[in-house]
């Protein structure tokens, strides 16, 4: 039987998850669907805050035209707000049930097949993004606005592992960097401090009211981890040196850092520079499909070395500073994954509980199919098993008291996390937050 289609999908999946708010089950599906690619998306790109594909593409469409005064970069939005404020990523899908229409007087909805849905609010694009460093770097190849609140920052946009042909096989970093030098774009390969402090400052002059409280960095892994580290501690260093120029010494900026698995000396380096917690994505737990979906990962520092490294971040940075993210679904890709989803969610939340009890907070992004990936042209598993995992997720963070950790204190918001939905039970009921 067909699953049914327009609003009464999200009223199917709202009664068979009646627990999670209906924000969530809808961003969800939007997330796992994609958006429609339309003119009207074409238009709103041109003055909304932009997708630079910093580091990854997820657009299965065209991208749209390239912006003359942003080199190359194209006239696609990063992310909508519904009313409530929860942010939404738009990644084109045009095979998608979902589109956003323009209703007239500045008005945006947000359509499932032709019923509407939501009102959408587009945050405007901030000048800084088209400015320049000293040094002549175009600001938004240095960083990527995401939402009014976070500050994205990809120290390498490539991957040694894909040059020895053992990239993970879900990403597509290298392919979307060649992608969008054949375009033109300026993109930078790595960054430099002082283009990083000189953005960093250009970006929170913008920022009258101070809404920007987050940086985080990720990046491609080095087969050298401790070169890799070095990068990380350059531009921790840098960020903080924008922060005190423009705010002084007591503004609270939250800088997450996400490389591969570090060795404790990387890892203590990190934190002394000023890192506020660390997340080293694990990507898959079952030992047996993460070592065939990210061979590099498993030859170079293996699985068990990647837990390690996890875990002990909680020593470093402290209880919930410790991180890591998985891409839900992916433990499904086929020939090497479970073959139903009891099991593979089965696998993935006893990993989560692990990792909980430890003082380790999971969160997964759902599985795309990358443009370029070796997993491209692979079937995903439904909605239905998304809202299953993050239903998990959330029991066993309110289980293990993680909601009560840094990262989801206030001033946190909900519209860096775009594609993921762990910060908005927070941003819908705070009290989960309160010790």
Not at 80 to 106: A, C, D, Q, T, W
Not at 147 to 173: D, Q, R, S, V, W
Not at 417 to 422: A, D, I, L, P, V
Request: glycine share 8%.
């Amino acid at each position: 039987m067909a699953s049914p289609k327009g609003i009464e999908r999200i009223q199917e999946l709202s009664e068979l998850f009646s627990s999670i708010p209906r924000t969530i089950v809808m961003k969800t599906d939007v997330v796992r669907e994609g958006i429609r690619h339309t003119a009207i998306m074409d238009r709103v790109g041109t003055w909304a805050i932009p997708d630079t594909h910093a580091i990854f593409e997820f657009d299965h469409e065209e991208t749209p035209d390239a912006d003359p005064e942003a080199a190359g970069h194209t006239y696609a939005p990063i992310l909508f707000h519904l009313k409530n404020g929860i942010g939404i990523r738009v990644m084109y899908n045009n095979s998608s049930p979902y589109e956003i229409r323009y209703e007239g007087s500045g008005q945006y909805r947000l359509y499932r097949d032709s019923d509407p849905m939501e009102e959408v609010f587009f945050p405007p694009k901030p000048r800084w993004l088209t400015k320049r460093t000293k040094s002549g770097k175009l600001m938004s190849s240095v960083m990527e606005l995401r939402g009014e609140t976070c500050l994205y920052l990809a120290p390498a946009t490539f991957c040694e592992y894909f040059g020895k042909g053992m990239g993970c096989a879900f990403c597509n970093i290298n392919p979307t960097g060649e992608r969008h030098q054949q375009m033109g774009d300026e993109r930078l390969v790595a960054k430099r401090g002082e283009d990083v402090t000189d953005t960093y400052i250009a970006a929170t002059r913008e920022d009258p009211d101070n809404r920007m409280t987050h940086v985080e960095l990720t990046g491609g892994a080095f087969l050298d981890r401790d070169k890799e580290a070095d990068l990380y501690v350059r531009m921790v260093q840098a960020i903080k040196k924008g922060i005190e120029a423009s705010h002084g010494s007591d503004k609270q900026v939250r800088i997450t850092v996400a490389p591969q698995a570090l060795t404790e000396v990387g890892q203590r380096r990190i934190k002394e520079a000023g890192a506020s917690s660390m997340c080293h994505p694990m990507e898959v737990w079952d030992r047996r499909v993460f070592e065939a979906i990210c061979p590099g990962k498993a030859q170079n520092v293996g699985w068990e070395g990647w837990l390690e490294a996890v875990v002990r971040n909680v020593e470093i940075f402290g209880w919930g500073n410790a991180v890591t993210t998985f891409v839900g679904g992916v433990e499904m890709a086929q020939p090497w994954g479970f073959k139903t989803m009891d099991e593979a969610l089965e696998s993935t939340l006893s990993g989560f509980e692990y990792l909980a009890q430890r003082g380790v907070r999971s969160g997964f992004i759902l599985w795309r199919r990358a443009p370029g990936s070796r997993l491209e042209d692979l079937s995903r598993p439904p909605t239905e098993y998304a809202l299953r995992l993050e239903l998990g997720r959330h029991e066993l963070s309110v289980k293990y008291g993680l909601y009560r950790s840094e990262a989801y204190q206030p001033p946190a918001h909900p519209g860096c996390s775009s594609h993921r939905t762990n910060m908005d039970w927070v941003h819908l009921d705070p009290s989960l937050a309160l010790a």
